[in-house]
């Protein structure tokens, strides 16, 4: 009986692998499936920009993007807001709009390049094989294009980002010393404050907005958050709203009471108290 215990193992050795082999090739047909036929940036887009380097024999590369900005043609601040793990969508076109109706220019680039996503499978699929360094390259390009913009101080941009979104939003911003602010909304923080960039040396404000029920980016990561930032002396706000867990502030319930709501006022002063619109 002894002696047959090393080819079972063997053999539920070779069962496990044959069982991963099957699950990766099954992950892998479905995101070839949704990447054919789910929901795409173009569907929402409306503008475009170049990112990266740009000559006239070498342009950059062209990438979509949603671009709200009121109709009165005055120097106005401007935003980059970015997207959540889903990629550009109808909820930061929606959000963009919200954000343009108080006075904002509001430029969200497609950071994901064409690609968007309505399942959580594929939605973490993107995010786990974009390259952060091409992401950082297209929020350089949108913060450029917002920059060229004639109604748009170039002074007072504020980089905007929603979960995913609010991580590469902070990473951004530890590169970019021109930016007026850095909101992050339940993005993956930063708790070394070496390791905050420009965000220290040049003192950008940053709001943090985290929810109490979050499982990964809950209270203590929020804290220890404000602790980086205040080790830093980089002027901020960071915020735990109780009873709500991850991506709680949605469009859909800004207009009835509650912390997504609550959120949205508190973001909509905080911008108004940096950009001063």
């Known amino acids: 009986?002894?002696?047959?215990?090393?080819?079972?193992?063997?053999?539920?050795?070779?069962?496990?692998?044959?069982?991963?082999?099957?699950?990766a090739a099954v992950l892998v047909a479905f995101n070839a499936w949704a990447a054919a036929t789910g929901p795409r940036a173009a569907d929402v887009a409306n503008s475009r920009f170049e990112s990266g380097p740009s000559t006239r024999a070498a342009p950059g590369t062209e990438v979509v993007a949603y671009m709200a900005k009121p109709e009165r043609r005055v120097l106005r601040p401007g935003i980059v807001l970015v997207h959540e793990w889903w990629g550009l969508d109808a909820e930061t076109a929606a959000k963009a709009e919200r954000l343009s109706a108080l006075g904002y220019a509001v430029f969200a680039p497609d950071t994901y390049r064409g690609q968007a996503a309505e399942y959580v499978s594929r939605a973490l699929w993107l995010r786990l094989t974009v390259p952060e360094d091409r992401v950082m390259t297209d929020l350089d390009g949108?913060?450029?294009?917002?920059?060229?913009?004639?109604?748009?101080?170039?002074?007072?941009?504020?980089v905007v980002g929603f979960c995913y979104g609010g991580e590469m939003a902070l990473r951004y911003a530890t590169t970019n010393d021109r930016l007026a602010a850095v909101a992050v909304f339940y993005g993956r923080p930063i708790d070394d404050p070496k390791a905050l960039g420009a965000i220290a040396d040049r003192k950008i404000p940053v709001l943090g907005v985290f929810g109490a029920d979050d499982r990964r980016l809950g209270p203590a990561v929020a804290d220890r958050f404000d602790d980086t930032l205040t080790?830093?002396?980089?002027?901020?706000?960071?915020?735990?709203?109780?009873?709500?867990?991850?991506?709680?502030?949605?469009t859909g319930a800004l207009d009835a009471p509650g912390a997504a709501a609550d959120a949205w006022a508190?973001?909509?002063g905080w911008l108004g108290a940096v950009l001063r619109p």
Request: proline share 6%; no cysteine.
């Open 1 to 23: 009986m002894t002696r047959g215990v090393p080819a079972l193992l063997r053999r539920l050795a070779l069962l496990a692998i044959a069982l991963l082999a099957l699950s």
């Open 142 to 158: 949108a913060v450029r294009h917002l920059q060229g913009v004639d109604t748009v101080d170039p002074e007072r941009i504020a």
């Open 231 to 250: 080790a830093a002396g980089v002027p901020h706000t960071v915020t735990v709203y109780p009873g709500v867990g991850h991506a709680f502030v949605k």
């Open 266 to 268: 508190e973001l909509e």
